[in-house]
Every structure is written in structure tokens, then in C-alpha cells.
């Protein structure tokens, strides 16, 4: 939501899919470091990769220190000069001062949005369940394919951990795609095209495990990569933004912190 509210829109598709793009970069961090230790024994097994987290949160801390506040939310509050200061910085000219005719309009806008915002009354969650939902989650492939490929297809641990590994490698290279994609072809066109990928590689790989065979099993996890492949063309960044672009200005804000607690 702050990216959506702080970045050009002709930007906001790329930026965002790049959010997802360094989401998974840390999940290929989190799942190597914990199979290059999957080798030792000890206490630092566990507590390793358990303390190591540590450093990522500390960096994310020290990053939003100088962020400002959104002008969004500072018009909100009644602080417009400090907002028509943040829009002139967002120009990414230094001479752009708050009189600008572009922050002028820019400040007008969100001026206009927030009177219409607030002539529907108090806000009531119950306008968050007036649209549709649907939801497809590839996180149980993240977090358990090694379990999946040593029982379901019968793999040995050391070639089911190195497959795990590599599955999100996968994901990570496949989560590229979206920013060469997102503003050429539009969200809605890469969303239905993930979608029936993930329902081809679901009905291939729940054939080919039912024949029981090894080389089926094999093709089956094939298709897993693709299906990583698929995830992370359209439904790994798309849904982390487009609510707060279809939906009205008076719920984006609770809308995209509902959102990101069902997803996560």
C-alpha cells in the first residue's frame, strides 16, 4: 500500500513486482542456509538459521527510518504543507517546489478523493465483503516440496532437499518475468494465464503420482517446476497490488492489510 501510494503510476506495476521478485530472493537465502546445515549436527542446526533472520529484520528497520509518510495520509491528518513537500520530492527534481502546478493538482486530487471518502459516512468493515474473493496458494509447494518429493514420489532426502532448492530457484527466476510483462499485457491477462497454468501442472501432477511409477514421478516433478514457473508469472506479485488499485479509496487501506493477513 505505501508503494502504491508513493510511486508514479506508470512505475507502481514494475516497483511492485519487483517487491516479489526480493520476497522470494529470501526464501532461496532461508531454504539453501537451512540444507547446507541440514549437514551439521548440534544446536546450530536450529538456532542458526532461527538468529540469522535477525539480520534481514534489523536491515528493514534501518531502511524505513528516512522513508517519509505518504501525502495520503498526511492531507488526511491536516498536514498539507508537509505533504505538498513530500509530492514536490517525488518529482525527483530539486527546483520542484510545493506551488508546482504538478504537485498543485496531485495535492487537489487526493484533496478530492478523501472529501468523497468521508461523505459515505464512518467507515464499516462490512464494505470489505461486498466484492468477490478467490484465492490459489503455491506456499505449501515452498515450504514442503522436499517432504513431497521424499513421500509422494518416493525421492531420496538428499535429492528431495537439492529439488526443494532448486523449486525455488525456479520461482525466484520466474518471478522476473512480471517485470517485463505486467505493463504490456495487464494484470488481469497475466492473472487467467497463471491461473490455468497452475490448474494444468495441479491435474498433470495428480495423473502422473496416481500411475506410481518411477518415471511418472519424475514427470511429476517436472511439472512442479513449472507450476513455480506459472505461480510466479502472475499470482506471486499481482494480488500483493491489485486490490489497492480496483478497490475505492475509502477501503484501499484496510482492504490491502486484510488482504496480506489471509495471504500470509
Known amino acids: 500500500m505505501y508503494q502504491s501510494e508513493m510511486c508514479k503510476p506508470q512505475n507502481r506495476g514494475i516497483l511492485l513486482c519487483m517487491q516479489g521478485t526480493i520476497t522470494i530472493v529470501g526464501l532461496c537465502i532461508a531454504y539453501w542456509l537451512d540444507f547446507g546445515l541440514s549437514f551439521v549436527s548440534g544446536p546450530v542446526q536450529w538456532r542458526f538459521p532461527i538468529s540469522f533472520q535477525a539480520f534481514f529484520a534489523i536491515a528493514l528497520v534501518l531502511q524505513t527510518l528516512p522513508l517519509?509518510?505518504?501525502?495520503?495520509?498526511?492531507?488526511?491528518?491536516?498536514?498539507?504543507?508537509?505533504a505538498s513537500q513530500i509530492l514536490a520530492r517525488l518529482e525527483m527534481d530539486v527546483e520542484t517546489a510545493i506551488d508546482d502546478d504538478e504537485v498543485v493538482f496531485q495535492r487537489r486530487q487526493i484533496e478530492t478523493s478523501l472529501e468523497l471518502e468521508s461523505a459515505g459516512g464512518p467507515f464499516r468493515y462490512s464494505e470489505l465483503l461486498k466484492g468477490g474473493r478467490f484465492r490459489i496458494s503455491g506456499g505449501f509447494i515452498n515450504y514442503y516440496a522436499p517432504v513431497v518429493y521424499a513421500n509422494t514420489m518416493n525421492l531420496s532426502r538428499n535429492l528431495?532437499?537439492?529439488?526443494?532448492?532448486?523449486?525455488?530457484?525456479?520461482?525466484?527466476?520466474?518471478?522476473?518475468?512480471?517485470?517485463?510483462?505486467?505493463?504490456?499485457?495487464?494484470r488481469r491477462a497475466l492473472l487467467m494465464f497463471s491461473?490455468?497454468?497452475?490448474?494444468?501442472?495441479?491435474?498433470?501432477?495428480?495423473?502422473?503420482?496416481?500411475?506410481?511409477?518411477?518415471?511418472?514421478?519424475?514427470?511429476?516433478t517436472a511439472f512442479v517446476f513449472i507450476f513455480q514457473i506459472f505461480l510466479?508469472?502472475?499470482?506471486?506479485?499481482?494480488?500483493?497490488?491489485?486490490?489497492?488499485?480496483?478497490?475505492?479509496?475509502?477501503?484501499?487501506?484496510?482492504?490491502?492489510?486484510?488482504?496480506?493477513?489471509?495471504?500470509?
Not at 68 to 82: A, C, D, F, H, N
Not at 169 to 182: G, N
Not at 196 to 203: I, K, M, Q, R, V
Open 68 to 82: 517519509p509518510e505518504t501525502p495520503r495520509y498526511l492531507i488526511e491528518k491536516g498536514r498539507v504543507t508537509e
Open 232 to 264: 510466479g508469472v502472475g499470482w506471486l506479485p499481482i494480488p500483493w497490488f491489485y486490490p489497492s488499485e480496483v478497490t475505492t479509496t475509502r477501503i484501499r487501506s484496510r482492504g490491502q492489510a486484510v488482504g496480506g493477513f489471509v495471504n500470509w
Open 195 to 220: 491461473a490455468a497454468g497452475l490448474c494444468l501442472c495441479f491435474s498433470m501432477v495428480s495423473i502422473l503420482l496416481s500411475i506410481g511409477t518411477r518415471s511418472t514421478a519424475y514427470a511429476a
Open 160 to 186: 528431495s532437499l537439492i529439488l526443494g532448492g532448486c523449486t525455488s530457484l525456479t520461482y525466484l527466476a520466474a518471478s522476473f518475468i512480471p517485470l517485463w510483462t505486467v505493463e504490456k499485457y495487464g
